[in-house]
């Protein structure tokens, strides 16, 4: 990509995590981060089409320990997502300038860290409408197809440990211009409010991400995050 690709554009610098990765920093689903003043000019849902990752955030600098985000996937805008917050709160540490609450269109999401995991914590609500879909094995669920799927987005599952909530995952979601989502946060949080627990989820090639329930209608989606690259404009 050059700064051809998106007009008025000139040395804009997009930073690249992977967000939901697995303990050896491998895997993980790609996050682009722009901040706010440097796209001032720029039309935000034709650069997140351009940069091609399942979601892009647009950050503004944190203030008293907030910051606002707005997160686009190539083809929609959405109120709230999960691997978008998680990657921006790690990335704002990393830049040290630390937030405990990130504001975006659905609501305020606050931010903690804990050995090592980037926790924020959201309503399942605020999530996409998935259609989920359990499954009995994860043979089956390796021999789905983003093919498969023209319209919609779809989260399938199955138990690998039911007793200690762990599971396997894929979720397809041609609706968002995304073909195979890698890892799904505010999927991960819609599913936990639906079984009501906890949930170790290993998605795609092997990314992970944890929930936690609590019965007033939080769901706290965690993960760890590593850096990429950067994509200059």
Not at 13 to 24: H, I, K, L, S
Not at 221 to 232: C, K, P, Q, S
Request: hydrophobic share 45%.
């Amino acid at each position: 990509m050059n700064a051809h690709d998106v007009p008025d554009a000139p040395d804009i610098q997009v930073e690249v995590v992977r967000v939901f990765t697995d303990p050896a920093g491998n895997l993980g689903n790609a996050l682009g981060i722009a901040r706010a003043g440097d796209v001032v000019a720029l039309d935000k849902q034709e650069l997140a089409a351009r940069l091609g990752f399942s979601e892009t955030t647009v950050v503004s600098d944190p203030v008293d320990g907030v910051a606002d985000v707005r997160i686009y996937t190539p083809a929609v805008e959405l109120p709230f997502a999960g691997h978008p917050t998680v990657g921006t709160a790690w990335w704002l540490d990393v830049q040290r300038t630390p937030v405990h609450t990130l504001r975006v269109p659905a609501g305020p999401v606050a931010v903690t860290r804990t050995d090592g995991l980037t926790w924020i914590t959201a309503r399942a609500e605020w999530a996409p409408k998935f259609v989920f879909r359990q499954l009995d094995s994860g043979e089956e669920l390796a021999a789905l197809s983003p093919g498969d799927f023209t319209a919609g987005q779809h989260f399938f599952w199955a138990w690998t440990d039911e007793s200690r909530g762990a599971l396997r995952a894929r979720m397809f979601a041609p609706a968002m211009g995304i073909a195979e989502d890698e890892a799904t946060g505010a999927a991960a949080v819609a599913l936990t409010g639906q079984l009501r627990r906890g949930l170790i989820i290993t998605q795609g090639q092997g990314s992970q991400l944890y929930t936690e329930w609590d019965s007033d209608g939080w769901v706290r989606l965690g993960g760890r995050v590593a850096e990429d690259h950067v994509v200059v404009l």
